[in-house]
């Protein structure tokens, strides 16, 4: 069974840093298009940023443009998200996703909380 594991969250104050990191065990995840999403206490989950499988082509929310960025490290076999500036409206459950045509599969979450 696949397995992503996200790590890195955590609680910071408005316009801290953190870096939400996302690994595989028996996956490649150089096969897949990966992106991370969010998800706010009452509102539905929402993508923040996808990255292709050589990572030479991202897209972001334009909530995080300017102030997230996605990465991969195929070699390790992990994909970051370096979340810079973060706002109060930034707080919710990170998740990472695999995906490829006609499979997918997600990670378990990381809290991020953004309040002084």
């Known amino acids: 069974q696949v397995q992503l594991v996200e790590s890195g969250g955590g609680l910071v104050q408005p316009g801290g840093s953190l870096r939400l990191s996302c690994a595989a065990s028996r996956y490649t995840l150089s096969l897949y298009v990966m992106s991370w999403y969010r998800q706010a206490p009452g509102k539905e989950r929402e993508l923040v940023a996808t990255i292709s499988l050589d990572g030479t082509s991202t897209n972001y929310a334009d909530s995080v443009k300017g102030r997230f960025t996605i990465s991969r490290d195929n070699a390790k076999n992990i994909i970051f998200l370096q979340m810079n500036a973060l706002k109060p409206e930034d707080t919710a459950v990170y998740y990472c996703?695999?995906?490829?045509?006609?499979?997918?599969?997600w990670g378990q979450g990381t809290q991020v909380t953004v309040s002084s």
């Open positions: 996703k695999m995906w490829r045509p006609g499979y997918d599969a």
